[in-house]
């Protein structure tokens, strides 16, 4: 009987509680699923080697018996049909329109650090373009006439032929988890932790650009970058990232052209930096004395502090992690062994250790950190656990290379009170129940 069960998916190893898991989340179904097969091919081969004649001889499936597709059917690959699930999703209501709104990136079904591009999480504040790059130009001038020797124009040619360079670095949008400085409030990390990717940018560094146009030095102490959107996204750069030469005018990610949704054909990448200051469709570098104030410096991405006063260009994202799997919403199907797997980042440098507790923070284990473990890049972890049943709480706590800790929820609100809205790098729990399903708490 069981060769028969090859023929058939994998859902019919499971009863109907077990697939209502395996649709809460894939890792559980991963395990038993691989479990269930491995016994089911052993005793299927035995059967089918010893059982002349049996009418139950194993039948071998479509796949291995008839041609495939041919090269080229696609000529752009598309995931795999039963990858479906995987998308970025929208959070209902949380913005009136979309084309002022956030898709967040799947957290919880990704390897490793980079993230696909199309699953890049996207956030617009007037919707997106696909610009024609034919007339795309870069403008870098200055706040007075002095400031450059040379103001410039560029065009998307003439920038593809200066020296460039290619580095991986995290995005994270200031508001980033910012729906849970009050209590939780979504149930999955795909929306607590999902304004976050990573990629390989490829691009020219600003410092190029403005030693090319004879930018004064001495006195231009800040950048404005403007975007080509309907926005007016233009946002302030301190000149010491960008004389640190990472600030980047780039046209590259993970080794094409940028995607439309994250600023085709041209973007600024501001390692460490909050997204919002990644300004896409970039057209304008002003080069200035002063920083400029402008609208999304001024009423938005500003801190609530306990006394009701705004912080201002707070930018660098601090250090943070977070347990992708097991987490909110998924469901472990049974005792014994599981992998917990994580993302941890630090927009001061690089990622130096991360602790992880499966009792709500009582007692920490150190993580296995997955090279690379690159500056202002997403860092992998992995810590292993054996389930024995009980309620379990799982937390994950980051520590950066300059000493900076990822601190509790009780920490944080000390210094920042529970109603702001950006910069919340708190640590995140996954209260595991005995039915196995995990969800999103918050300890006090
Ligand atoms: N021109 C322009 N640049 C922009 C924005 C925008 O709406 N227009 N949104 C900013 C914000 S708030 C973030 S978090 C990042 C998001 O980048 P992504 O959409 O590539 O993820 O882009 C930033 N750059
Ligand atoms: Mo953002």
């Given at each position: 009987m069981l060769g028969r069960f090859l023929q058939h998916a994998p859902e019919n190893f499971l009863n109907t509680q077990q697939m209502q898991d395996v649709r809460a989340g894939r890792r559980g179904f991963l395990a038993h699923a691989f479990a269930a097969a491995t016994a089911a091919a052993s005793a299927g081969a035995a059967r089918a080697q010893t059982s002349q004649g049996d009418p139950y001889i194993l039948e071998l499936p479509a796949h291995s018996k008839g041609l495939g597709q041919p090269v080229a059917a696609r000529p752009y690959g598309q995931p795999s049909?039963?990858?479906?699930?995987l998308q970025r999703r929208e959070s209902p209501g949380l913005t009136r329109v979309g084309q002022a709104s956030v898709s967040f990136c799947p957290?919880?079904?990704?390897?490793?650090?980079?993230?696909p591009s199309g699953l890049h999480f996207e956030r617009h504040h007037q919707g997106w373009w696909d610009i024609d790059p034919a007339k795309h130009r870069l403008m870098v001038n200055g706040s007075d006439d002095t400031m450059l020797e040379r103001p410039m124009v560029f065009s998307m040619d003439e920038l593809m032929r200066l020296p460039s360079v290619s580095r991986m670095h995290f995005i994270e949008c200031g508001a980033n988890t910012g729906m849970e400085w009050g209590n939780t409030a979504v149930p999955t990390v795909q929306y607590t932790h999902g304004m976050l990717s990573c990629s390989e940018f490829t691009g020219v560094p600003l410092r190029t650009l403005l030693e090319l146009c004879g930018a004064d030095f001495k006195r231009g102490t800040f950048v404005l970058a403007e975007g080509a959107?309907?926005?007016?996204?233009t946002r302030t750069i301190p000149m010491s990232l960008v004389l640190s030469g990472e600030v980047l005018v780039a046209y590259g990610q993970n080794g094409e052209m940028l995607r439309p949704e994250n600023g085709y054909p041209l973007r600024l990448i501001v390692p460490g930096v909050q997204g919002v200051s990644w300004v896409k469709y970039l057209r304008r570098i002003k080069l200035g004395d002063m920083p400029y104030a402008t609208k999304d410096e001024t009423i938005h991405y500003v801190d609530l502090m306990p006394d009701g006063m705004h912080r201002q260009y707070t930018s660098i994202q601090e250090v943070k992690s977070v347990?992708?799997?097991?987490?909110?919403?998924?469901?472990?199907?049974?005792?014994g062994f599981h992998s917990i797997t994580g993302l941890a980042w630090s927009g001061r440098g690089k990622i130096k250790r991360v602790d992880v507790s499966s009792d709500g923070g009582r007692n920490w284990k150190p993580a296995r950190l997955e090279g690379p473990v690159l500056p202002k890049c997403l860092s992998r972890f992995n810590a292993d656990f054996v389930w024995d049943g009980k309620p379990a709480i799982f937390q994950s706590r980051a520590v950066d290379d300059t000493g900076q800790i990822q601190p509790g929820y009780r920490e944080l609100r000390q210094v920042r009170a529970s109603r702001s809205i950006y910069h919340n790098n708190a640590i995140q729990s996954w209260a595991l129940d005995e039915s196995g399903e995990v969800k999103n708490v918050q300890l006090g």
């Open positions: 049909e039963w990858e479906k699930n957290l919880q079904g990704l390897f490793g650090i980079i993230t959107d309907g926005s007016g996204m347990i992708t799997s097991p987490s909110g919403g998924q469901v472990l199907l049974d005792n």
